[in-house]
């Protein structure tokens, strides 16, 4: 489903087009009159999904009167024809007058009528569309609504400047009509589940800025400030903060979905995301999700209803298939990269947010082990209980997972039996580490350490006395003690964090640092020691001074973090990382050139 935007935008531009024309010949009449225009934008939609989704016109009376359209499964299309008798998979639309409320028809005998053959109709006088489903009881409700205007004039009038109108509106009222033809369809790939909830997360993010500076965030803005000690300024910091918040909570909902639905034996029932913060497992997770799903919070927000429906799309999922891609290692780290990319695709090249392909992350892990092995003359390599390792960018944890599987395999050989496992979980625990400043991959880091843990036959315990080494944090920033210290942080979890992952900066001789660094910085965030680290670089004694701006690039004050912690405080080690080449050749890196070859 990913991909489609524009071609969702330009069908309802040709909607608002055709109705437009309709409207100022005043051929116009009633209902019908919009049957043309509906139907083509619910077939431009149906043939952007996949499998693809077919709108018949008035189709043949089932035993509960005639329904405007029916929507077909392609299965259910065969040489352009339906088969007679053969109830529509995807629903049936019901449509009213411009005039006519959408709202009360959806609660009138005709639809119940209709939801009773057919279970999903979705209600529409062509400016406001109410989806009608079942709910846990098994009784009719109304699922999602959208409205495209307050009332029919306000609609005519938008309608006569069409694609100035999509270009408001078409993206969002075009994934709500995906959403709505796509409801019944099983999910079992995660790039489909992350770009169903990405579109929800829009959802819920529009409302958010909507509301624009809400008092109900200023506590969660300030701690999460304070605890990672960075300044969200300026436009753009505000809207990397609110997108933080609601990546966070959909992060969250998923992640306690996947230890819900993974539970043994598998639960009965349906997800409620209201209870999420049970499944988390990390003490800041719980205390920030906790923060953000408060009633007080998400009410004034309209984030309720958002999360509502994105558990029943959770409820759809076809959790075997959904979770043999997790038994194959793919699901975890192809679904974070879908979702920023279809959530926020400014944001993720903004942030550099790429995903780092297996085949690399094992190439690295693999080199690492056999550079501490070969030149450093540690036999156990990763298995060492001497040898602490950090991703200082963890993002969804890749590196730190597998980490873990080349200490699985290294012990292999040694007949420790039931204390190969103990050793894993204890290396998860007390030396693998990763640093993360995005609570979102964050969340996910935490999520892919425990699936790994458990494929291993070394699963953290489930009351929470046991936690991955991952922790939400600035890689960049307390290493050393600063003033800025003693602030202190309005929640004691987001403080008990810092504490931790200032003790692994602070005290772990760390001796292997890798990772995948972002290229940019986060935008509108501002953090004076972190820039500082880049001055190193800046003054040379042998070769001529640095010219440009490269030594801006995020990715060198993450070489200068390494830099500093491997050759002048452990005074040996590793540094592992991927980068881009400007530093081998370019005119801003000669100092860090001098200092490294």
């Not at 999509?166 to 009222?173: E, L, N, P």
């Not at 910091?237 to 609601?246: A, C, D, I, N, W």
């Not at 880091?445 to 600035?474: C, K």
């Not at 001796?511 to 940019?520: K, M």
Request: aromatic content about 10%; overall charge neutral; some cysteine.
């Amino acid at each position: 489903m990913a991909g489609t935007n524009k071609k969702l935008t330009a069908a309802v531009e040709a909607y608002f087009t055709e109705l437009g024309r309709l409207h100022a010949s005043g051929g116009a009449t009633g209902e019908r009159s919009s049957y043309g225009p509906l139907h083509g934008l619910l077939n431009a939609v149906g043939a952007a999904l996949k499998p693809k989704v077919h709108c018949v016109q008035e189709p043949a009376d089932q035993g509960v009167g005639h329904p405007d359209f029916a929507l077909y499964a392609a299965r259910q299309v065969q040489k352009g024809r339906t088969r007679e008798g053969q109830l529509p998979e995807c629903g049936v639309v019901e449509v009213k007058s411009l005039e006519d409320d959408a709202w009360l028809t959806a609660e009138g005998n005709q639809v119940t009528r209709y939801w009773s053959r057919y279970r999903l109709v979705l209600v529409t006088n062509g400016r406001d569309f109410v989806l009608v489903g079942d709910n846990a009881a098994g009784l009719p409700t109304k699922l999602e609504p959208f409205r495209l205007a307050k009332c029919a004039d306000d609609f005519r009038r938008k309608i006569e400047k069409p694609r100035a109108f999509a270009r408001d509106v078409g993206s969002c009222f075009g994934e709500y009509l995906v959403r709505a033809l796509s409801h019944r369809a099983a999910l079992a790939e995660p790039k489909d589940l992350a770009w169903l909830l990405a579109s929800y997360a829009r959802d819920g993010l529009a409302r958010v800025e909507a509301a624009g500076d809400a008092p109900s965030l200023k506590s969660v803005r300030d701690a999460l400030a304070e605890a990672l000690g960075v300044r969200f300024e300026g436009d753009k910091g505000e809207r990397f903060f609110h997108s933080t918040l609601v990546q966070t909570l959909f992060y969250g909902v998923f992640s306690a979905w996947v230890l819900w639905a993974r539970q043994t034996p598998p639960p009965a029932g349906r997800f409620e995301w209201r209870t999420a913060v049970w499944h988390l497992r990390a003490p800041v997770l719980r205390a920030l999700f906790q923060q953000l799903s408060d009633p007080g919070r998400l009410q004034p927000l309209g984030l309720v209803e958002v999360l509502d429906w994105t558990a029943t799309a959770l409820d759809r999922v076809d959790r075997a298939a959904f979770f043999a891609r997790f038994a194959e290692g793919e699901a975890v780290p192809y679904f974070y990269e879908p979702f920023l990319e279809a959530f926020d695709p400014a944001l993720r090249k903004q942030l550099g947010v790429w995903y780092t392909p297996t085949e690399v992350v094992r190439y690295m892990v693999a080199r690492v082990d056999r550079t501490l092995k070969d030149d450093l003359a540690i036999p156990e390599g990763l298995a060492a209980e001497n040898v602490y390792v950090l991703d200082p960018c963890c993002g969804t944890g890749a590196y730190l997972a597998e980490v873990l599987r080349r200490i699985a395999v290294n012990l292999e050989g040694q007949r420790l039996g039931a204390l190969a496992g103990a050793r894993v979980k204890q290396a998860a625990t007390k030396r693998v580490f990763g640093f993360e400043i995005m609570p979102a991959p964050f969340v996910v880091a935490h999520l892919q350490v425990g699936l790994t843990m458990q494929e291993l036959d070394a699963p953290l315990a489930d009351d929470n006395t046991e936690r991955a080494g991952v922790f939400l944090t600035n890689a960049l920033t307390g290493w050393e003690p600063t003033d800025n210290e003693k602030q202190v942080v309005a929640f004691p979890e987001m403080a008990a964090e810092r504490e931790r992952a200032n003790r692994v900066k602070r005290d772990r001789p760390i001796l292997v640092i890798l990772g995948n660094p972002p290229y940019n910085g986060h935008p509108g965030v501002a953090v004076d020691e972190e820039r500082e680290l880049s001055e190193a670089y800046r003054t040379t004694k042998r070769v001529r001074r640095p010219e440009g701006r490269g030594l801006n690039d995020l990715y060198v004050r993450f070489f200068r973090m390494a830099e500093r912690r491997i050759a002048e405080k452990t005074g040996q080690g590793v540094v592992c990382f991927i980068s881009n080449y400007s530093w081998l050749d370019g005119l801003s890196f000669t100092g860090i050139r001098e200092r490294y070859i």
